[in-house]
């Protein structure tokens, strides 16, 4: 890293280390993400087979949890029966959310009725077992938002990952029960939307995340991201909302604690 300072109390609320990403080096990845000061991992499925993989990585390593889901790109490959399966992963008792589900209209990698219909479907299992959810927007605000106040969202609630919109969004969301997690990109020199929602989030509602090994940031832009990464963000945040960064890795660490009842 390129950063020698450690820090205590951090999270990262969103991950995928089961990608083939870090098959070469995963436990050092873990090693390092410890060495950080992580105290909790949350490892996000995007399918039945990656949703697996997230639960034997989580029953590997004490500090690393599991959510289970179809993410929207995965859509189209959801079969009758899925829903079932899914149910079935959250009897293990590291899996700690569903997801992560949404829309994509970026990509479109599924038609897009089919998004619509997946991502409801999995807020109504979510309602019926209980469980927060991770929830994916991309080029989609308006539709996300509509499906969520037309579904309803769990009683515990759920966290909208890597938050792309404004802060007028970030607001209704956190009014649904919504927590806003703020990744990399909060670190890009012209992102001033985001560090705009950043700074203004309440602290109980915010939670930090790499999305490994997508979106790294600044300055390591161009590299694999991974856990021992959401330093930079946790430090970009604080510096925005004029706390320390002790403080606010802090904070994220027990809103994440409380979102997925996490002891």
Same mark, same amino acid.
């Not at 997230?54 to 390593?61: M, V």
């Not at 579904?151 to 909208?160: F, I, N, S």
């Not at 959401?230 to 960064?245: H, M, Q, Y």
């Given at each position: 890293?390129?950063?020698?300072?450690?820090?205590?109390?951090?999270?990262?609320?969103?991950?995928?280390?089961?990608?083939?990403?870090?098959?070469?080096?995963? *436990? *050092?990845?873990?090693?390092?993400?410890?060495?950080?000061?992580?105290?909790?991992?949350?490892?996000?499925?995007?399918?039945?087979?990656?949703?697996?993989?997230?639960?034997?990585?989580?029953?590997?390593? %004490?500090?690393?949890?599991?959510?289970?889901?179809?993410?929207?790109?995965?859509?189209?490959?959801?079969?009758?029966?899925?829903?079932?399966?899914?149910?079935?992963?959250?009897?293990? $008792?590291?899996?700690?959310?569903? @997801? *992560?589900?949404?829309?994509?209209?970026?990509?479109?990698?599924?038609?897009?009725?089919?998004?619509?219909?997946?991502?409801?479907?999995?807020?109504?299992?979510?309602?019926?077992?209980?469980?927060?959810?991770?929830?994916?927007?991309?080029?989609?605000? &308006?539709?996300?938002?509509?499906?969520?106040?037309? &579904?309803?969202? %769990?009683?515990?609630? @759920?966290?909208?990952?890597?938050?792309?919109?404004?802060? @007028?969004?970030?607001?209704?969301?956190?009014?649904? @029960?919504?927590?806003?997690?703020?990744?990399?990109?909060?670190?890009? $020199?012209?992102?001033?939307?985001?560090?705009?929602?950043?700074?203004?989030?309440?602290?109980?509602?915010?939670?930090?995340?790499?999305?490994? $090994?997508?979106?790294?940031?600044?300055?390591?832009?161009?590299?694999?991201? &991974?856990?021992?990464?959401?330093?930079?963000?946790? *430090?970009?945040?604080?510096?925005?909302?004029?706390?320390?960064?002790?403080?606010?890795?802090?904070?994220?660490?027990?809103?994440?604690?409380?979102?997925?009842?996490?002891?």
């Amino acid at each position: 890293m390129n950063t020698t300072q450690k820090y205590h109390d951090l999270v990262d609320s969103h991950a995928h280390l089961d990608f083939n990403n870090f098959d070469r080096d995963r *436990e *050092e990845v873990l090693q390092r993400a410890k060495n950080q000061g992580l105290k909790l991992i949350v490892n996000i499925g995007f399918d039945l087979a990656s949703s697996k993989e997230s639960i034997k990585l989580a029953a590997q390593y %004490p500090f690393v949890y599991a959510a289970v889901g179809i993410h929207p790109h995965d859509a189209v490959n959801a079969l009758s029966g899925y829903l079932g399966e899914l149910e079935e992963m959250t009897h293990h $008792p590291k899996v700690v959310a569903l @997801g *992560e589900m949404g829309l994509d209209f970026y990509r479109d990698r599924s038609l897009r009725p089919v998004q619509r219909e997946v991502f409801r479907q999995q807020l109504r299992l979510a309602g019926k077992i209980d469980l927060p959810v991770i929830i994916h927007d991309r080029d989609a605000h &308006e539709e996300v938002l509509k499906i969520l106040e037309e &579904e309803g969202l %769990p009683a515990r609630g @759920g966290v909208m990952h890597c938050f792309s919109g404004d802060l @007028g969004l970030a607001r209704k969301l956190v009014r649904l @029960g919504l927590y806003i997690s703020i990744a990399g990109p909060v670190t890009y $020199p012209r992102n001033h939307k985001l560090s705009e929602v950043a700074a203004a989030v309440p602290l109980e509602r915010l939670l930090i995340e790499t999305d490994a $090994p997508f979106l790294t940031p600044s300055p390591l832009r161009g590299k694999r991201n &991974e856990p021992a990464y959401v330093t930079f963000v946790a *430090e970009k945040v604080a510096a925005l909302r004029g706390i320390s960064v002790e403080s606010l890795g802090r904070a994220c660490l027990e809103n994440a604690r409380k979102l997925f009842s996490i002891e």
